[in-house]
Nanobody
């Protein structure tokens, strides 16, 4: 059973920063894609960022390019999402997700279409 546990959400003022973390367990694949999406109740899922384990390639949504960065620590099987210059429109529930059978990934949308597992989410609120 794959487990993805997110942490690091909270409330921050516009322009501030937060770092989300996701610890993954329960799988032994060498090639997978892990990343984040956000989704508000009643709204569509929006892919934010993802990272492919085999070559460390990363992909970002246009809305967060230059502000967010995804990276990981192999030893702890943990992936991070560093979020800078946060805006009120970044307010949402953020979910860590993984695709254990990735095909060719060229966009975050490709990642979202193939995810197999995701966590329970962590809330990010950007407000003054």
């Amino acid at each position: 059973q794959v487990h993805l546990v997110e942490s690091g959400g909270g409330k921050v003022q516009p322009g501030g920063s937060l770092r989300l973390s996701c610890t993954a367990s329960g799988f032994t694949r060498d090639d997978y894609v892990i990343g984040w999406f956000r989704q508000a109740p009643g709204k569509e899922r929006e892919g934010i960022a993802c990272l492919r384990s085999s070559d460390e390639s990363t992909f970002y949504a246009e809305s967060v390019k230059g502000r967010f960065r995804i990276f990981r620590e192999n030893v702890k099987n943990t992936v991070f999402l560093q979020m800078n210059s946060l805006k009120p429109e970044d307010t949402d529930d953020y979910y860590c997700a993984i695709d254990l059978n990735p095909r060719r990934i060229t966009t975050v949308t490709d990642f979202i279409d193939g995810i197999d597992w995701w966590g329970t989410g962590t809330l990010v609120t950007v407000s003054s």
